[in-house]
């Protein structure tokens, strides 16, 4: 069987120190500029605020932008001075077959001289296309790509954010669709387990600052969802996916319990709506299910797809936090990027399992865990 607001960021200048030694504010500022993450989808870059930057091309999606909107780091409470007086940074990422132009657009508009000739020599890159681009961009740019182990930049930029950022965690409400801010307690919440949901999905134990294992993953992840959409439906478009699986209605695809025993089956506590079987009812071949055409609803076969999946991952994530006794479940990845209502299911399923034990947790700053991780490496 299947099963707030956030608030605005804002700095702190008095919190209880976690025993991890992290980079005061006048460190990160003298740090390489930037770095990268070259994913197989996107390219995210995390860079220290340049002067004078140029208007970035069309294909640059720029996220947490402007004042109040870059990373609310915590300042080392001895240097008593906000972000904005030293810098801050920004968050940008792009389509990785638009790496090539992304590097010549660097090169046409000297980019990599803004911040002074000594700076930009080695930058650290994750993903695996840090490794495929590095040869174009030494080329064009005569910049070394110092490349680091993508699951280490990961957890350090989680980590990082998890203790020195304001209302970077939250929780999603699918009840009103909205997104809860969740404090992190001083003594921080290790350990915690790290869902990332790719391809497919990798779960991680974390332990300490620089302590954490893969303990369990699947490889039925976004990848899975993805590609069964694509031989399902005729749909070729993400952006389609996601606004299909809102209005589409599993209970045209998906036998539910109600199906099965005409309401709730109160034996084993179980609601009349929820999953028996995904794709139960195309099975039966009901004639009366389908379509004039003879052919499910697309959009209600995505949104089976998405449950089925989502249902999974989160079943999954919250057995491993029971055996490794996990605070905290978080999930992070490409799969939840641009959609609430990915996070309201996993949260949901989570709170299914765990009978309103758990909650499903995630990060304002997804997208840049690695990029991040990486520009924090020595």
Request: charged share 25%.
């Amino acid at each position: 069987m299947q099963p707030g607001t956030l608030d605005s960021p804002t700095l702190v200048s008095n919190v209880k120190r976690p025993k991890s030694d992290v980079p005061n504010v006048d460190a990160l500022s003298r740090r390489t500029p930037l770095a990268v993450d070259v994913g197989g989808s996107f390219s995210k870059m995390v860079y220290w605020r340049p002067p004078n930057p140029p208007d970035m091309p069309s294909y640059v999606i720029k996220e947490f932008q402007g004042e109040g909107s870059s990373v609310p780091l915590k300042p080392d409470p001895s240097l008593n001075l906000e972000m904005s007086s030293k810098g801050c940074l920004k968050f940008l990422k792009f389509p990785s077959s638009r790496t090539v132009d992304f590097i010549q657009f660097v090169m046409d508009n000297n980019l990599h001289q803004q911040y002074g000739p000594d700076k930009m020599k080695v930058i650290n890159g994750t993903g695996g296309g840090a490794f495929k681009y590095a040869s174009v961009v030494q080329e064009k740019l005569g910049i070394v790509v110092s490349q680091h182990d993508e699951m280490r930049c990961l957890i350090k930029g989680l980590n990082f954010l998890l203790q020195h950022a304001d209302n970077e965690a939250f929780c999603y409400s699918a009840q009103d669709n909205q997104r809860h801010s969740v404090p992190i307690e001083d003594d921080f919440p290790f350990p915690y387990l790290l869902v990332n949901i790719g391809s497919g999905v990798s779960i991680l134990k974390v332990d300490d600052d620089d302590k954490f294992e893969r303990v369990s993953g699947s490889s039925l992840g976004g990848g899975t969802f993805w590609g069964l959409c694509k031989m399902l439906t005729d749909i070729q478009s993400f952006d389609d996916v996601k606004e299909l699986s809102q209005r589409g209605d599993n209970k045209h695809v998906d036998l539910l319990v109600g199906d099965i025993y005409g309401g709730d089956y109160d034996t084993l506590g179980l609601k009349a709506d929820v999953i028996a079987s995904s794709f139960g009812k195309v099975a039966t071949h009901r004639e009366d299910l389908k379509q004039e055409s003879g052919v499910f609803k697309k959009e209600d076969i995505v949104r089976s797809l998405l449950f089925m999946i989502s249902n999974n991952i989160a079943q999954i994530g919250y057995l491993n936090a029971k055996q490794h006794g996990a605070k905290r479940i978080f999930f992070s990845g490409g799969f939840l990027q641009g959609s609430d209502y990915i996070l309201g299911r996993l949260d949901f399923a989570v709170n299914f399992w765990s009978k309103g034990e758990m909650r499903a947790h995630f990060l304002r700053h997804n997208s840049y865990l690695g990029a991040l991780g990486a520009w924090l490496m020595e």
